[in-house]
């Protein structure tokens, strides 16, 4: 089984007759390519939500998906819906993050299967965070590995931020006051299948640093760590078609769900798979 490149960082077509036919080895195969790509689109693919989930079983046990409600079709399907009466409500994905990185253990893997497509607009955006740790300075790989990142839901789905949720009527998103939790996760990782380093850092969900006492230096580097991390040449923007699969390596990457779509009607099929605790 072989990738063909999307970008010289990250990204990969792979060529998949149907999914629910895949042998254990080319699963395996599979496995190596989005590790090693980070993000691989299938195309082509016609999974109903039972299928999705049971192909995304032979990756691992389903991680935790809270806040959002899942699909009436199964309890560990997220319909990532915004429909075309829903205006310019913000939609789910819109901002930089790597998907739930406020839990002790963040889902490893994240498959993303479209369903309905508009006519444009909605594209994906990831950054490579083993790229972004990469082009770090010796220094700077030095001085970050001694910093914790506080992750946190609050500013995502704490009760303050139901109103903004609630704009999207296909989907319930239920904020609470648990999103005001909590975890510190190391800056600098350790990709626990490759061995990579990963400059492990979102602004949708950090929302602090452990080991800088002044406040100044340590919004300033987090805003530089924002900007660094999302430049676009870290980056590979998919254009999706009906029946597109996307695997992404939620350990290495993070990414960015584009709004430009009002009008028309978007979904997709999500499903996590679960992961282990960001190590340093």
Known sequence: MQGKRLTGVLGAVVGVTDLRTMSESELGDLRRLVCEHEVVV?????????????????????????????????????????DA?????????????????????????????????????????WSSMTAAYDALTPQQQEQFSSIGAVHTARDAYSPKM???????????????????????????TTHPETGKKVLFYNRAYVRDLVGI????????LMEWLHLHTTDAKFTVRHRWSNGDLVIWDNRATQHYALNDYTGFRREMHRTTIAGSRPMA
């Open 162 to 188: 139901q109103i903004v949720h609630s704009g999207l009527t296909k989907m319930n998103i239920v904020c609470d006051e648990s999103a005001n939790e909590s975890v510190v996760h190391p800056l600098i």
């Open 42 to 82: 299938i195309p082509g693919q016609s999974l109903s939500p039972i299928e999705q989930v049971e192909f995304s079983h032979r990756l691992g046990p389903a991680a935790d998906s809270p806040f959002i409600e899942p699909s009436p079709d199964h309890p560990e399907v997220i319909k990532v819906l915004k």
């Open 213 to 220: 006492a002044d406040e100044i230096e340590k919004l300033r």
């Open 85 to 125: 009466s829903d205006g310019k409500a913000f939609n789910f994905g819109g901002a930089w993050h790597s998907d739930f990185s406020f839990q002790t253990a963040p889902p490893s893997f994240t498959v993303l299967h479209a369903i309905d497509i508009p006519e444009y607009g909605g594209d994906t955006l």
